[in-house]
C-alpha cells in the first residue's frame, strides 16, 4: 500500500516567531494523523521547526535547494545543509520556482539527484498552466516534466520521490480541479510511472494533489482511487484548517 499524505508549503509566509507558533500548533494538534504529514518551511524555520516536531509523527521538507553540491554559490543553500536540519524532503519543481527563478527540467535534475544524493526525499511538482490547459495539452506537458528530470532515475532511486500534481491554474487562484479533472491526471501519471519503472513502482508511488486544496474540498478530492493525498498552499498557514485536510485523508 503506498504513502497516503498531507503536505504544507508555507511559501515565503511567517516569520521565524510565527513559524513557532504554527508548527507548536500542528505539532499539538495533529497527535494521531491518519496519513503521513509533512510541513514544507522556509530554510529558516527548518532548524528550529525539526526541534519542535521531533518526536511527532510530522516530518519537515525544504521549499528548495541549490543544484550545487557545495562552495563559492552566494545565498544558496545546499541539499546536505538541509538534510543537516533534520528536514526529510524537499519540494522540488514547484510552477513558482520554474516561472519566477526559471528553473528548467534539467537544473531540476540536479537538484533531485543532490537531495536523493543528501537523503532527501523530493516531493516533486508537475503541472500545465492555463493555456496548455484550455488547448488540451495537459497530458503532454505532464509527460515532458517527468521525462526531463525525473525518468533518468533508477527504479530505486525513483521509489523515494512523491510526485505533486499542481495544475497551475489552480494554484492559489481559488480555483481547485475537479475531483474528475484531478482523477483523470493522476490516473494518467501514474500509468506514465508504470510504462517506465513498472506496475509494482507505479503502484507504491504517492501522488498528491496540489492547487487550491482546502478544509472544504479536500475530502471529495481525497476520495479518488489515485490522489494520495495533498500539497497544501494557503491553508496550511492556518493549524485548523491543515488539521481539517489531514482528517480529510
Ligand atoms: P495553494 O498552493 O493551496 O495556495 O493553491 C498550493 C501549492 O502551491 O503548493
Given at each position: 500500500?503506498?504513502?497516503?499524505?498531507?503536505?504544507?508549503?508555507?511559501?515565503?509566509?511567517?516569520?521565524?516567531?510565527?513559524?513557532?507558533?504554527?508548527?507548536?500548533?500542528?505539532?499539538?494538534?495533529?497527535?494521531?494523523?491518519?496519513?503521513a504529514v509533512?510541513?514544507?518551511?522556509?530554510?529558516?524555520?527548518?532548524?528550529t521547526?525539526?526541534?519542535?516536531?521531533?518526536g511527532?509523527?510530522?516530518?519537515?521538507?525544504?521549499?528548495?535547494c541549490?543544484?550545487?553540491e557545495?562552495?563559492?554559490?552566494?545565498?544558496?543553500?545546499?541539499?546536505?545543509?538541509?538534510?543537516?536540519?533534520?528536514?526529510?524532503?524537499?519540494?522540488?519543481g514547484?510552477?513558482e520556482?520554474?516561472?519566477?527563478?526559471?528553473?528548467?527540467?534539467?537544473?531540476?535534475?540536479?537538484k533531485?539527484?543532490?537531495?536523493?544524493?543528501?537523503q532527501?526525499?523530493?516531493?516533486f511538482?508537475?503541472g500545465?498552466?492555463?493555456?496548455e490547459?484550455?488547448?488540451?495539452?495537459?497530458?503532454?506537458?505532464?509527460?515532458?516534466?517527468?521525462?526531463?528530470?525525473?525518468?533518468d532515475?533508477?527504479?530505486?532511486?525513483?521509489?523515494?520521490i512523491?510526485?505533486?500534481?499542481?495544475?497551475?491554474?489552480?494554484?492559489?487562484?481559488?480555483?481547485?480541479?475537479?475531483p474528475?479533472?484531478?482523477?483523470?491526471?493522476?490516473?494518467?501519471?501514474?500509468?506514465?510511472?508504470?510504462?517506465?519503472?513498472?506496475?509494482?513502482?507505479?503502484?507504491?508511488?504517492?501522488?498528491l494533489?496540489?492547487g487550491?486544496?482546502?478544509?472544504?474540498?479536500?475530502?471529495?478530492?481525497?476520495?479518488?482511487?489515485?490522489?494520495?493525498?495533498?500539497?497544501?498552499?494557503?491553508?496550511?498557514?492556518?493549524?485548523?484548517?491543515?488539521?481539517?485536510?489531514?482528517a480529510?485523508?
Amino acid at each position: 500500500m503506498r504513502t497516503k499524505m498531507v503536505a504544507g508549503n508555507w511559501k515565503m509566509n511567517k516569520t521565524l516567531q510565527e513559524g513557532v507558533a504554527l508548527a507548536t500548533e500542528l505539532k499539538n494538534t495533529l497527535t494521531n494523523p491518519s496519513c503521513a504529514v509533512v510541513i514544507g518551511t522556509p530554510f529558516i524555520h527548518l532548524a528550529t521547526v525539526c526541534e519542535i516536531v521531533k518526536g511527532s509523527p510530522i516530518r519537515v521538507a525544504a521549499e528548495n535547494c541549490a543544484d550545487r553540491e557545495s562552495g563559492a554559490f552566494t545565498g544558496e543553500v545546499s541539499a546536505a545543509m538541509v538534510r543537516s536540519t533534520g528536514a526529510e524532503y524537499c519540494i522540488l519543481g514547484h510552477s513558482e520556482r520554474r516561472q519566477y527563478y526559471h528553473e528548467t527540467a534539467e537544473i531540476l535534475k540536479q537538484k533531485v539527484l543532490l537531495a536523493l544524493a543528501n537523503q532527501l526525499k523530493p516531493i516533486f511538482c508537475i503541472g500545465e498552466v492555463k493555456e496548455e490547459r484550455e488547448s488540451n495539452r495537459q497530458n503532454e506537458v505532464v509527460k515532458a516534466q517527468l521525462e526531463g528530470s525525473l525518468f533518468d532515475l533508477s527504479a530505486e532511486e525513483f521509489s523515494q520521490i512523491t510526485l505533486a500534481y499542481e495544475p497551475v491554474w489552480a494554484i492559489g487562484t481559488g480555483l481547485t480541479a475537479t475531483p474528475a479533472q484531478a482523477q483523470e491526471m493522476h490516473a494518467y501519471i501514474r500509468s506514465l510511472v508504470c510504462e517506465r519503472y513498472g506496475k509494482e513502482v507505479a503502484d507504491n508511488t504517492t501522488i498528491l494533489y496540489g492547487g487550491s486544496c482546502n478544509e472544504k474540498n479536500a475530502a471529495e478530492l481525497f476520495a479518488n482511487a489515485d490522489v494520495d493525498g495533498g500539497l497544501i498552499g494557503g491553508a496550511s498557514l492556518v493549524a485548523e484548517k491543515f488539521a481539517a485536510i489531514v482528517a480529510a485523508r
